[in-house]
């Protein structure tokens, strides 16, 4: 644990002991994530001549993936990442190998390679919600705790944007299922090295805390309604801003580059956002800011719909980005906050999920709508999502600060 001073900085976290070492390692797994998709694409469709058996390879793929994260971050807390983590990265690894091996060369059965996606999806390491538990558990002052949050996010920021671009030089040399190799080894090394670390193995739970959590269930399930919205609004404006940005280009005769621009000016404005937010000793509660984030986003995406050409549109999308990292920063602390000891995974995986199932059907929603409406509307209907889930937000808040401020009533031991 770490006594940190009235305003402390992003170099406060890395002066805990070995945080640099488990930071660095988590993030070495988690650069698998930023890489994989792409890969598994590309691997698949040129094993199989076929984009919609891709396409369904990876739906498969991404929906075990994101619906099942909550209950693999169960067993991390009842556990410890010692013994749950590893397993999991080391089956989900090797059936990334598997996968690789299976279509290094084109005439691979897509029924073989649906088979091994979606027995990897069941069982992808939730890296970034076991990351989160461990700042949560060492790191005790609160405004230590939102710094090393944000930096988290803008750090999972750059691994979604580097990732792709790795794939991209490995394809100049190697098959595409060289890629799926390069991700299940990264996956297997940085989990390793993780759960090595001194700092991962002093948040493992006791043999009478694993009984104690084995007759309860994750409490403060309300007061997790709030992040999660937000969360699956954020993800499903995001999933919507890719696909309209690159339908932006195709209107406007740019050309593929333009998009890779206009995406990394999103990223961009999410990095610096994140930062910001994490550098201000905020007055406000955490509860109070979320939905006005929320709002922000909306109201950034209702500026991109509008926007007359290139400039103006790379400039709205990197004003939505500002919020996106601050949105997802502080739900993430609001789930913290809300857990109680020894459910911090699982609550930090409900966000998880959230934001990466919003992202999926706000792509798969927008695919529908942009051949029917207009851009500016399929804009504000992305913007309109964000705000509706930030005003929907205020009213969980509320309710969940009323219980807070309720008398807590003893309950029941639970029989076992």
């Known amino acids: 644990m770490s006594a940190s001073p009235s305003r402390p900085s992003y170099a406060a976290l890395f002066r805990i002991p070995h945080t640099r070492r488990t930071f660095i390692a988590a993030l070495t797994g988690r650069l698998s994530y930023g890489i994989v998709s792409l890969a598994m694409m590309l691997t698949v469709t040129r094993a199989t001549g076929s984009y919609a058996v891709a396409g369904t390879v990876m739906a498969l793929f991404g929906a075990m993936s994101v619906f099942l994260s909550p209950a693999r971050a169960a067993l991390i807390d009842r556990y410890g990442p010692r013994r749950a983590l590893l397993p999991m990265a080391s089956l989900y690894a090797g059936l990334l190998a598997a996968f690789a091996a299976a279509a290094w060369r084109p005439g691979a059965p897509a029924a073989a390679l649906g088979a091994l996606a979606v027995t990897a999806g069941t ?25 090393a949050y944000s930096l988290d996010g803008v750090a999972e920021e750059i691994l979604f944007v580097s990732g792709p671009l790795l794939v991209g030089a490995v394809v100049q040399w190697a098959p595409p299922a060289a890629a799926v190799a390069l991700s299940a080894l990264l996956v297997w090394t940085g989990t390793v090295a993780f759960v090595l670390s001194p700092v991962v193995a002093g948040v493992c739970p006791t043999g009478a805390q694993r009984r104690t959590r084995a007759g309860r269930r994750l409490r403060g399930g309300r007061a997790l ?77 209702f500026a991109a719909g509008l926007a007359p050409g290139l400039g103006t549109l790379i400039v709205a999308v990197a004003c939505a980005g500002f919020f996106v990292a601050p949105a997802l920063t502080t739900s993430y602390l609001i789930a913290d906050e809300a857990a109680p000891p020894g459910f911090r995974t699982q609550a930090g995986a409900w966000v998880n999920t959230a934001v990466n199932a919003g992202n999926s059907g706000g792509a798969a929603a927008v695919g529908i709508l942009v051949g029917h409406l207009s851009l500016g509307l399929c804009f504000a209907i992305a913007g309109a999502v964000a705000m509706t889930a930030g005003l929907l937000s205020v009213r969980v808040g509320r309710t969940a600060h009323a219980e807070r401020e309720a008398p807590e009533k003893t309950a029941e031991p639970s029989r076992v």
């Open 123 to 147: 069982c992808t390491p939730p890296l970034g919600p076991t990351m989160r538990a461990v700042w949560g558990e060492v790191v005790e002052d609160k405004l230590l705790l939102q710094r």
């Open 225 to 301: 309604v709030q992040p999660v919205v937000v969360a699956a609004g954020v993800g499903l404006s995001l999933g919507a801003i890719d696909l309209l940005v690159m339908a932006f280009a195709e209107q406007r005769r740019h050309g593929d580059d333009v998009v890779a621009w206009v995406l990394a000016a999103l990223s961009v404005g999410s990095a610096l956002g994140g930062l910001l937010n994490g550098a201000v000793d905020w007055r406000t509660s955490a509860r109070v800011r979320l939905p006005l984030l929320a709002g922000g986003l909306g109201l950034a995406l």
